[in-house]
């Protein structure tokens, strides 16, 4: 057999056997001693022909959405729920400072004063998430900002154009719905940008934002709507309970459960409907709203408040459950305060009632309640 069969161990008669080596000489040396030079490969040519560019791979979208603006997005960063809840403050401010509100009480400012209110709302909420860019990088990244579905550039144009805009309809709604609005421009940067993390100032001051976003409805009526008792007093006890719900809400990502704390926002709404039962002269509809509490707050809202008062921990997420049942509570608070502004008898009148258009609108109101508590189903409150 062929020793380079056996080298290369081909299978046979004989392939168990061990392959022999191949022995090859070694290099011969030169005669006069010196070592072998190893030969190197000759150079390759330079060639003319470039080599082929290869394209840049493109940058991944960011996550939790593409590249390109959606409409959920946006409507996540305007917080849709919460949107719904903001008309409604002017709108009772009008009817507060009219009392006893007559059926034909209308003047066509009310509609931008109303804008307006929407318009700061929707202002202030993108100015906050601007100004809490780098700590929801950290703590919310899926957000739109931080996530990058909604571009930097496009927020900043938008919160100067809603506030622009907020500002031009309020001089539409009269010089002192401007004037208003100046105050609550100011009051919005002050608490973005400054007051939002100190312990009672930031409440205080997001609070002062929501009563005055009520005044612009009263101040159609001039300085003697800004100085009517009921709106005044509705203005400061809204301020009160936007205020302890945004003291609420400030530890709502660290906390499991509230405490007793859960139950303030509820006495100070108590207070609220007490306060006013006085001013109207209208204890029948006071007692009422207090008698139904339970019901007009949500079985789930009721529920929410008392398993944070317990000992034991609640669901998770029920926290900011929980803010949210709070904010889009403002609707059948505002249907309420319209109820109250009317004549004491129209309020224990059906028939009068559903004659009278601001008996529809506070029904109008208290109907926005469930669609808001939808909304709520896709979009955070807070």
């Keep these: 057999m062929e020793p380079g069969i056996l080298a290369f161990g081909r299978r046979g008669r004989n392939s168990s056997r061990k392959p022999?080596?191949?022995?090859?000489?070694?290099?011969?040396?030169?005669?006069d001693g010196t070592p072998p030079k190893r030969q190197?490969?000759?150079?390759?040519?330079?060639?003319?022909?470039?080599?082929?560019?290869?394209?840049?791979?493109?940058?991944?979208?960011?996550?939790?959405?593409?590249?390109?603006p959606s409409l959920h997005a946006w409507l996540q960063l305007l917080r849709a729920p919460n949107l719904l809840t903001v008309p409604g403050d002017p709108i009772a401010g009008f009817a507060l400072a009219a009392f006893p509100l007559a059926a034909g009480a209308f003047s066509?400012?009310?509609?931008?004063?109303?804008?307006?209110?929407?318009?700061?709302?929707?202002?202030?909420?993108?100015?906050?998430?601007l100004c809490d860019?780098?700590?929801?990088?950290?703590?919310?990244?899926?957000?739109?900002?931080?996530?990058?579905?909604?571009?930097?550039?496009?927020?900043?144009?938008?919160?100067?154009?809603?506030?622009a805009a907020a500002l031009l309809s309020a001089a539409l709604a009269g010089p002192h719905a401007l004037a208003v609005a100046a105050v609550l421009l100011m009051a919005v940067i002050a608490y973005n940008t400054a007051l939002k993390h100190i312990r009672i100032a930031g409440p205080l001051a997001m609070g002062l934002c929501r009563g005055l976003s009520l005044l612009l409805g009263a101040a159609v009526w001039g300085l003697a709507g800004l100085t009517a008792p009921l709106a005044v007093a509705s203005g400061g006890l809204l301020l009160a309970y936007i205020a302890t719900v945004t003291w609420l809400a400030a530890g709502e990502t660290r906390v499991e459960r509230f405490g007793p704390r859960a139950?303030?926002?509820?006495?100070?709404?108590?207070?609220?409907?007490?306060?006013?039962?006085l001013l109207t002269a209208n204890p029948a509809l006071a007692i009422a709203v207090l008698a139904l509490l339970p019901l007009l707050f949500g079985v789930p809202g009721a529920d929410g408040v008392l398993r944070h008062m317990r000992p034991t921990a609640p669901p998770p997420r029920s926290a900011p459950a929980l803010i949210g049942r709070f904010i889009r509570f403002l609707l059948p608070i505002q249907a309420w305060l319209v109820f109250s502004a009317l004549p004491p008898a129209t309020t224990l009148d059906v028939t009068a009632l559903?004659?009278?258009?601001?008996?529809?609108?506070?029904?109008?109101?208290?109907?926005?309640?469930?669609?808001?508590?939808?909304?709520?189903?896709?979009?955070?409150?807070?």
């Excluded at 009310?110 to 209110?117: E, N």
């Excluded at 926002?265 to 039962?277: A, D, E, R, S």
């Excluded at 926005?368 to 939808?374: Q, R």
């Design 20 to 31: 022999l080596p191949i022995l090859r000489p070694p290099p011969a040396k030169p005669k």
């Design 40 to 68: 190197t490969p000759a150079p390759v040519p330079p060639s003319d022909v470039e080599p082929p560019e290869v394209p840049p791979t493109p940058a991944a979208p960011p996550e939790g959405g593409s590249n390109r």
């Design 108 to 129: 066509w400012r009310l509609v931008p004063a109303a804008i307006a209110a929407l318009l700061f709302y929707m202002a202030g909420l993108v100015h906050n998430d």
């Design 133 to 163: 860019l780098e700590e929801d990088r950290r703590d919310r990244p899926n957000r739109p900002l931080p996530s990058g579905r909604v571009r930097l550039r496009s927020a900043q144009v938008a919160a100067v154009a809603f506030f």
């Design 263 to 277: 139950g303030v926002p509820v006495v100070v709404f108590q207070v609220w409907v007490l306060v006013l039962g």
């Design 354 to 382: 559903l004659a009278n258009p601001w008996g529809w609108t506070a029904i109008g109101l208290l109907a926005l309640w469930p669609i808001s508590a939808i909304l709520s189903k896709w979009f955070y409150s807070s």
